[in-house]
T-cell receptor, first 111, second 115 residues
Framework: SQQGEEDPQALSIQEGENATMNCSYK?????LQWYRQNSGRGLVHLIL?????REKHSGRLRVTLDTSKKSSSLLITASRAADTASYFC???????????FGTGTKLQVIP | EPEVTQTPSHQVTQMGQEVILRCVPI?????FYWYRQILGQKVEFLVS????????KSEIFDDQFSVERPDGSNFTLKIRSTKLEDSAMYFC?????????????FGQGTRLTVV
């Protein structure tokens, strides 16, 4: 299996609803990050959570990290049409100077 | 707001030709990276660069690839003898400290099409 697999692969919700995306990983990590990518565009850093943190908030975003289960979740509250994008988790593995991206969740928010 | 800029935004090249993808990282950043994303697939790490040398590279980054920081502001990725399977979006990134410790800033990407 790959480091960093998100589920679901695709998610479609109505504007105003909450969206939850999950990420699982295999090896021990220093931290985990979430990125957003609009179709055909660059990657935008959303939030970083360190391995010793359990939960972090940034605006409408809430990220949790469970290192015992090697999983993380990204919650977007009160979604907007502009949140439509692909969301990737990315992990920094211990001792390595690279970030490994997951497969991504494609979120569609219907106005 | 400072940003990473990449040029060109789209490059079409003949198979077997050499291409150079250019990036201007954020000026006070010390770490530079190239990633690629084949259409519909995940973002893959290629190489990281610090203090004028490669600090880490993936299996993808073979002898066909090279990176350079020719003049203190640009950071380039050269692909020699391009193959069809090199068609992808290539992202440059930079960070102030080690990636993952502080956030990395990504450029908008160069879409490379090999025909």
């Amino acid at each position: 299996s790959q480091q960093g697999e998100e589920d679901p692969q695709a998610l479609s919700i109505q504007e105003g609803e909450n969206a939850t995306m999950n990420c699982s990983y295999k090896t021990s990590i220093n931290n985990l990050q979430w990125y957003r990518q609009n179709s055909g565009r660059g990657l935008v850093h959303l939030i970083l959570i360190r391995s010793n943190e359990r939960e972090k908030h940034s605006g409408r975003l809430r990220v949790t990290l469970d290192t015992s289960k090697k999983s993380s979740s990204l919650l977007i509250t009160a979604s907007r049409a502009a949140d439509t994008a692909s969301y990737f988790c990315a992990t920094l593995e211990g001792g390595y100077q690279k970030v490994t991206f997951g497969t991504g969740t494609k979120l569609q928010v219907i106005p | 707001e400072p940003e990473v800029t990449q040029t060109p935004s789209h490059q079409v090249t003949q198979m077997g030709q050499e291409v150079i993808l250019r990036c201007v990282p954020i000026s006070n950043h010390l770490y530079f990276y190239w990633y690629r994303q084949i259409l519909g697939q995940k973002v893959e790490f290629l190489v990281s660069f610090y203090n004028n040398e490669i600090s880490e590279k993936s299996e993808i980054f073979d002898d066909q690839f090279s990176v350079e920081r020719p003049d203190g502001s640009n950071f380039t990725l050269k692909i020699r003898s391009t193959k069809l399977e090199d068609s992808a979006m290539y992202f440059c990134a930079s960070s102030e400290a080690r990636i993952g410790v502080t956030e990395a800033f990504f450029g908008q990407g160069t879409r490379l099409t090999v025909v």
